[in-house]
């Protein structure tokens, strides 16, 4: 008797996993530490909410690599599918990460302003500023691509907040800059303006998150296309039902499909087994189930 799926180690995988944590970790530590102290000693309010981000950033890198450790196991009696739903939750942790630090970015900003701004020297807040961007767009374009190659959402969410960063630590340049040049009150009007992005990044993140926890289903697009490979399976006259939903990261699709009626079983159970492969073989799919039924039924 089988109690757990079948179960495949993936070598390449983790191997890319621990280098886009090593990446986020080390990044995000380095960061953290140069615009603390920069903050520290210029006493830019736009800096400080970068800095906050960042520590944010550094909280996130922390249960990141604790979530990926758990979603990696393989399966067991306490969870014979595997644990991949333990991806998306570390996600939404994320987002809530990256909301503390939103708001934080909004008090400092808040109180800055109702003291009337302060004028930053522009030379170190803005050199660490654009160090903290160069770092970023590297750190973006890395994850990223590896968050497609794995198909993680909780790699995509750190990209999309790897972006955000970017964003943020320009418009902090622009407030520090600007309060020595244009006003004071720029560099707390810059903060705002860092806080709502961080806030924006925040929603976008847990929403797609949410939407994998909750068993949300996929696009019109790849129902499509779904439809399509299991079309393309010699014997399949059609789809004619189909319902999916995210169990994790990755899809769960189950099929209805029509064949001849006069069909041997051993046929039928070689066009079950073709699909499946093609299905699983799909990069967004982790398990597909499939239906066989005559032609004539609906």
Do not use: C
């Not at 707390?188 to 994998?212: D, M, S, T």
């Amino acid at each position: 008797m089988r109690w757990v799926r079948d179960y495949t180690p993936q070598p390449a995988e983790n191997r890319l996993y621990r280098s886009a944590l090593l990446v986020t970790i080390s990044g995000n530590v380095l960061l953290a530490v140069v615009k603390s102290l920069a903050a520290y000693f210029s006493g830019s309010v736009a800096l400080y909410s970068d800095a906050a981000n960042s520590i944010s950033d550094v909280l996130y890198s922390v249960m990141m690599v604790l979530g990926l450790y758990l979603a990696q196991r393989p399966p067991d009696l306490s969870h014979p599918q595997g644990h991949s739903r333990f991806e998306p939750l570390v996600g939404t942790l994320i987002s809530f990460s990256m909301a503390f630090a939103g708001y934080e970015a909004l008090r400092a900003s808040f109180v800055r302003f109702q003291q009337g701004g302060l004028a930053i020297e522009p030379g170190l807040p803005t050199a660490v500023l654009l160090f903290s961007a160069a770092v970023k767009v590297g750190m973006f374009l890395f994850i990223r691509n590896t968050a497609k190659k794995l198909t993680s959402p909780t790699l995509n969410t750190a990209a999309k907040d790897n972006l955000s960063d970017v964003l943020t630590s320009s418009a902090a340049f622009v407030g520090a800059f600007g309060s020595k040049l244009v006003h004071p009150l720029t560099d707390p009007l810059a903060g705002f303006a860092v806080a709502i992005w961080i806030f924006r990044a925040a929603f976008l993140a847990a929403r797609e998150n949410l939407n994998f926890l909750t068993g949300g289903g996929a696009s019109e697009e790849l129902r499509q296309r779904i439809i399509e490979t299991a079309s393309s399976v010699p014997g399949v006259l059609r789809v004619h039902h189909l319902m999916t939903d995210y169990s994790g990261p990755r899809l769960i699709a189950d099929l209805h499909v029509n064949v001849d009626g006069q069909t041997t079983l051993t046929e039928s159970h070689r066009i079950t087994d073709e699909i499946i492969a093609r299905l699983e073989a799909m990069p967004e799919i982790d398990r597909a189930y499939v239906h066989l039924e005559p032609d004539d039924w609906e």
